[in-house]
């Protein structure tokens, strides 16, 4: 009866957002809606964290935070003002090292501005109008466990948990606790992770070879593919409920801390309604993969593609994937002293940093929500704040709201 009530919960979250999906592109013409919103007094939100929060791999107008922001404007009457400090690739702290490369394109995959900072550079952007920021969208924690560490089958459970639960729990209580701090007025919404593989991930031969080559020259007793690949799904099972648990405890902790200080709670989480079956290439998969269906790849050539791991001509399936590969060679290329100059030399470890990071960048997208998926965090994150509008006050002019 439990497996029945997940399956019919999940078909008809699908369901709802397949509807929105088919009037995506109508909404995106006419948003913010058929009322005009009052520029008089306008809402602040600002969008902090990393890849998933900037959207990776979808059009601004896919990403949630633009969805939540047009709804906001329908429901409010009022304005939203956006500020996106959000990027790809961003840690919660911890990058201590100058930066080496910089891009102003959020699709590029870099550590930095750490996600605390980008409260600071949000608080400098803002000035004396801190106090006006009225919502703040945040996730962060899953590059400090470091993805890597969750696709190697050969990782720790017990060494995994804790570092999710220090990473996710501590790490991002502290984060917590300056953003209310920094936005003293501001409702804050954080929103959860997901299973990147599961039961449901497709098993065939370009998965398998993927797999290996993924887990290939690491240290540990040899596995088989059948045992590599029961030990992602359980660490990917891991990841999800730890990660979930530890950013709901740092949320509940610091609401904890503001009643001490005889202050309303303004943290809110969000459990995005993620299934095993949304998961990475799974069979209704929630998140970008790559172009088999249209480039029509032959059998031969996935192997190519897993073999190489992005050496070989194919592309993931987001939307942007022609913009932030330019991007990522104008960021990644050999660095030169001036213009006309021969590059500068680097050491064989830099070389190869380069490189990798190259590669990761162009394949930045895959595994990350797609527009469906995007649709669902929307709806999650609305589903929040629903409850709020009228409790923040943030309505302005009742009459003038549409009846959505």
Known sequence: MLLKFVRNRSLLTIGLCFLLFLTAGRAAAQCPGDVKPSAEDPMQMLVLGDSIMWGQGLRPEQKFSWRVKCWLQEKTGREV??????????????????????????EVNLPYPTINEQVDNAAQFYGQGRSKVDLVLVDGCINDVDISNLLNAGASPEWLRERITSTCGAGMHKLLQRITETFPNAQVVVTSYYRIVSNNTADNAFIRLLVKKLNSGRSGQPMTYKEMRERLIALSELWYKVSTASLSDAVSRV????????????????EIEFWPEHSFSASNTLLWNFMFGSTNLS???????????????????DDVRDSRVKSCKETFTAPRADKGSKAVKETEDEKRDRKNRLLICRYASLGHPNQMGALIYAEGIKGKLQWLLDKTGWKRDNSALSNK
């Open 299 to 317: 059998g031969f050539r996935k192997v190519i593609v897993a073999l190489t791991l992005g050496t070989a001509a194919y592309k993931p399936n």
């Open 81 to 106: 003002q956006t500020h996106v400090e959000a990027h790809s690739g961003a840690h919660l702290s911890g990058v201590s090292t100058s930066p080496r490369f910089s891009s102003t394109n959020g």
């Open 255 to 270: 609401n904890a801390e503001l009643r001490e200080q005889q202050q309303p709670e303004r943290i809110n989480f969000v």
